[in-house]
């Protein structure tokens, strides 16, 4: 099939909606939430089908409309967005995920949490222990993929939090126990290479499997642990051959924030990733051009898509469409092949009050517009 | 040959403080009952290096950001910037800028020691950063080389200490974890030398310690051997233990005996086992045990139950030393 050129994607959570927080607390809506509701439901219709819902949340009556309901118009709400920006892969911006790592370890056996540690400031997250081998409770995210599929025009995307990242978040007790002597780093690479790949193999990959079977076709391994410790490039590769060895999906690998040089050529040895979905706008600007790494991947004969960040979730300036469309026609020009480009924002948009956000998707679908057109027609 | 344990870094904060600092940002919680909480916990944490019989007490600097926070907030020539990963962690500090040379001002970090080592000075462990790492992770926008800044720093927390010492402190820690990292050569290795003939000057008759962290520190032995201060620390965690160099110089050497990157337990025969091994090669005329690195790393029971792992070496080791220690 032939694809038009610069295809956008959504790539991961958004913020959410006041009157979603205040609905699935069972909180009566204020007036600015039930603004927000109508302004974006006039824009996007995104409530049509469930008038009958969005009425009750509109007239207070959050705690008889329930809290999945209110999640399943959160996703309708992410939907509606993504797609009335013009997104040709869409999710539901994770209305119903809190987090990344929280909610699929309690899917797993072998896991208990130990507590808070603190991220920075006032910042912490919960982090569990595997004190057992792992194994999966049940396959997740399926009840979420179901209803995009039900409800998506444009073909879903399902991200997923990838088993190195899941690992390098948790404490590794029950396989560093087995590694005789002190536990020194030789003893602790050999015990993480175990942990990785057990939750790939006996927890991610049959969650994997499950979403496939429902008939999940683009699945987004999200490892943005991989750039923490460069030198378990490797590791980050098994647990993604592992996961989705035997599978038939279009796999893609999410990395952000991380310096990228550092984890090549290792990465490059990940089977079945069909596309590299990387944050570059971050670091473009200032005399920085934050697109140069893509020449390693061609240097390395490297031909897969690039699903290419070209908005930055930190900042709230948004984006050119022509500053866009400049980067992306860099990025071409390093790979040296407009075609495997997707173009998507740096990460997850949540990070955005929901008016930046839209606007620097509008921005990106914008860009993608004037890239193509100077790709096929470079004299206009 | 005298042992001594203490922490090297931080301790976390309890589940309530957890609760009680998010509520703070949240607005659901006063200022005021956020700080009778602090005052709670350290006095825990207190109790705690105290019923271990750890040499110094800390209060766990729960109240401190990052290492560099106090001195990015008071000091001159600084402010405060962008969240940056700290080292191979999912944890972060804000980078101090410089945008011009650097001036401390008196007082200013005595008074963000924690409570009860204000209470205390005489057993109190200072932690603050080491004059490298503090140079080479801070944004330096001042004009001044990395090399000067290095000196510069050094001559500061020299002021620092003398300060200090003068309200009574005694125990000083250096933290750099940047001398594994990234480790020094050439006149960057001389400017760290120069940095610590300063510092140790103006502490005098008290103990200083270097203590490095996250990385192996074989490569970079051959300066911390050189470094004029009472005692180098590594982690052992990430050191080929086996492969570091014997000495025959009697100084003090620190061992991060416990890893603060799992909650699993440290076993204390092998820690002794290789304590005194460590002992033998290096003779050192004092050895500090505790934490390999920062132990907010792990949440507060997992790394209170770690802890427990310094008597247990300590009492093994005098047993086998016959009570020396």
């Given at each position: ?180 002597g002190w ?198 | 040959m005298h042992v001594r344990t203490g922490l090297t ?37 207190v109790a705690l290096e105290q019923r271990l019989g750890l040499d110094t007490v800390t ?63 005489e057993h109190?462990g ?44 005694t125990t000083?820690q ?33 103990t200083?310690l270097?203590w ?18 009472s005692g180098v620390g590594v982690?052992l965690?990430?050191?080929?233990w086996?492969?570091i160099?014997s000495s025959?110089?009697p100084r003090g050497l620190g061992l991060g005996v416990i890893d ?5 337990g440290e076993d204390p025969s092998e820690v002794v086992r290789i304590v005194r091994t460590l002992q033998q090669r290096r003779r050192p005329s004092t050895l500090w045990l505790g934490p390999g690195?920062?132990l ?8 209170a139950r770690k802890l427990e792992v310094l008597p247990a070496v300590r009492q093994a080791l005098a047993q086998r030393d016959g009570g020396s220690s």
């Amino acid at each position: 099939m032939t694809r038009e050129l610069f295809p956008a994607q959504e790539i991961g959570s958004l913020m959410k909606p006041r009157w979603q927080i205040l609905g699935q607390h069972g909180e009566p809506l204020d007036e600015r939430a039930r603004a927000e509701f109508r302004v974006e439901n006039e824009r996007t219709h995104f409530a049509d089908a469930e008038s009958a819902t969005a009425e009750a949340l509109l007239a207070g009556r959050s705690r008889e409309v329930g809290a999945d309901a209110v999640r399943d118009l959160g996703a309708l709400f992410a939907l509606g967005l993504f797609e009335t920006a013009g997104l040709a892969r869409v999710y539901d911006g994770e209305a119903r995920r809190i987090e990344m790592y929280e909610y699929p370890i309690r899917q797993m056996r072998g896991f208990q949490f130990q507590g808070h540690v603190r991220s920075f400031d006032n910042k912490y997250y919960l982090k569990a222990a595997v004190t057992d081998e792992v194994r999966l409770e049940r396959p997740y995210h399926l009840e979420e993929f179901d209803f995009v599929q039900a409800h998506a025009h444009a073909e879903p995307k399902l991200p997923i939090t990838g088993p190195y990242t899941l690992a390098d978040w948790s404490y590794n007790e029950h396989y560093l126990a087995r590694q005789r002597g002190w536990k020194g780093p030789s003893a602790r690479r050999s015990a993480q290479r175990e942990f990785v790949v057990d939750l790939a193999k006996h927890a991610i990959r049959p969650t994997l499997a499950a979403l496939i079977e429902h008939g999940c076709r683009v699945i987004q391994i999200d490892e943005p642990a991989a750039g923490t410790h460069p030198d378990e490039a490797d590791l980050v590769v098994e647990g993604f051959n592992a996961a989705t060895e035997g599978l038939d999906a279009e796999f893609s690998m999410h990395i952000c924030y991380s310096e990228y040089r550092d984890l090549l050529p290792q990465l490059l040895e990940a089977k079945r990733c069909h596309q590299w979905a990387w944050e570059f706008a971050n670091r473009d600007g200032d005399g920085r051009d934050g697109y140069e790494v893509l020449k390693a991947l061609r240097d390395y004969g490297d031909t897969r898509e690039v699903g290419l960040g070209v908005v930055d979730v930190h900042r709230d300036e948004v984006e050119t469409p022509e500053r866009v469309s400049d980067r992306i026609q860099r990025a071409a020009r390093y790979l040296g092949d407009p075609s495997r480009i997707w173009v998507n924002p740096d990460c997850g948009l949540r990070t955005r009050k929901l008016d930046i956000a839209t606007r620097k998707l509008e921005s990106v679908v914008r860009g993608a517009v004037l890239a193509r057109a100077a790709f096929e027609n470079p004299r206009a | 040959m005298h042992v001594r344990t203490g922490l090297t870094g931080p301790f976390p904060r309890s589940e309530a403080l957890v609760s009680a600092t998010r509520d703070l940002d949240r607005g659901r919680a006063s200022a005021e009952v956020v700080e009778a909480l602090y005052l709670r916990t350290e006095a825990e944490v207190v109790a705690l290096e105290q019923r271990l019989g750890l040499d110094t007490v800390t209060g766990g600097y729960l109240r401190w950001p990052d290492l560099f926070r106090p001195f990015a907030e008071t000091w001159e020539g600084f402010t405060v910037g962008p969240l940056t990963r700290w080292f191979e962690t999912n944890t972060f500090y804000r980078q101090p800028i410089l945008h011009a040379p650097p001036g401390r001002i008196p007082g200013a970090i005595s008074a963000r020691l924690p409570p009860p080592l204000r209470a205390d000075p005489e057993h109190a462990g200072v932690i603050l950063p080491g004059p490298y790492t503090f140079a080479g992770l801070l944004e330096n926008r001042s004009g001044e080389t990395d090399e000067a800044l290095v000196h510069r720093l050094g001559r500061l927390l020299a002021e620092e200490t003398r300060e200090l010492a003068g309200l009574g402190y005694t125990t000083f820690q250096f933290t750099e974890p940047l001398l594994v990292d990234r480790p020094p050569s050439g006149a960057s290795a001389e400017a760290v030398l120069a940095a610590y003939r300063a510092i140790q000057t103006s502490i005098g008759r008290g103990t200083s310690l270097v203590w490095t962290y996250g990385g192996d520190a074989n490569p970079v032995f051959p300066l911390l051997d050189r470094l004029p201060v009472s005692g180098v620390g590594v982690d052992l965690a990430e050191t080929d233990w086996e492969a570091i160099p014997s000495s025959s110089e009697p100084r003090g050497l620190g061992l991060g005996v416990i890893d603060p990157r799992t909650t699993l337990g440290e076993d204390p025969s092998e820690v002794v086992r290789i304590v005194r091994t460590l002992q033998q090669r290096r003779r050192p005329s004092t050895l500090w045990l505790g934490p390999g690195g920062p132990l907010d790393l792990v949440p507060w029971e997992p790394a209170a139950r770690k802890l427990e792992v310094l008597p247990a070496v300590r009492q093994a080791l005098a047993q086998r030393d016959g009570g020396s220690s």
